[in-house]
């Protein structure tokens, strides 16, 4: 069993949301708008509004780095708070993948800490599920969050840390 927690981020004061990207609908011409912010409480916040207007629909936010070799490692802990929406957390293994893998979790207005099996991670291309092996924890370089939920809302996430044990 292993004992070692491998930090992805940690959205303590020193932490910049800057490093963090926005990706709307945009890319494909429709109206969604995000920002992603520096929030009290050590948390960054990923907030906006979701329209479908013109094939729109979605917004999301990543982060990405160097290679992390995480073979060790079996499961994602993410701290979060949100507005009881559903959400998708995504991850690359290879910044230039144009798949992600992804799992969905509901959120809550309280913190709460979301696990998720690095195992169950299922790869996808534009909404859409790939006929492609489950998600092998090996490396990675790219993180991210989506909302997608096929109505226009206003979303909020507070993100303050994501680990992996």
């Keep these: 069993m292993n004992n070692d927690i491998l930090t992805l981020f940690d959205f303590s004061k020193n932490s910049n949301s800057q490093d963090w990207k926005i990706v709307n609908d945009g890319v494909m011409g429709g109206f969604s708008q995000a920002t992603i912010t520096n929030e009290v409480d050590d948390a960054i916040c990923f907030k906006g509004t979701i329209s479908l207007e013109n094939n729109g629909g979605f917004s999301?936010?990543?982060?990405?780095?160097?290679?992390?070799?995480?073979?060790?490692?079996?499961?994602?802990?993410?701290?979060?708070?949100?507005?009881?929406?559903?959400?998708?957390?995504?991850?690359?293994?290879?910044q230039s993948d144009r798949y992600a893998y992804i799992s969905h979790f509901e959120t809550s207005d309280v913190?709460?800490?979301?696990?998720?099996?690095?195992?169950?991670?299922?790869?996808?291309?534009?909404?859409?599920?790939?006929?492609?092996?489950?998600?092998?924890?090996?490396?990675?370089?790219?993180?991210?969050?989506?909302?997608?939920?096929?109505?226009?809302?206003?979303?909020?996430?507070?993100?303050?840390?994501?680990?992996?044990?």
């Design 60 to 94: 999301s936010v990543r982060y990405r780095f160097s290679r992390k070799e995480i073979a060790k490692y079996t499961k994602l802990h993410i701290r979060v708070k949100g507005d009881g929406k559903r959400y998708q957390f995504r991850l690359k293994r290879s």
């Design 111 to 165: 913190w709460q800490t979301i696990t998720i099996s690095l195992k169950e991670l299922y790869p996808t291309f534009k909404g859409r599920k790939l006929e492609m092996d489950m998600y092998s924890p090996d490396y990675l370089e790219e993180i991210g969050f989506l909302i997608a939920n096929k109505k226009t809302e206003e979303f909020k996430l507070l993100l303050s840390s994501l680990t992996l044990t």
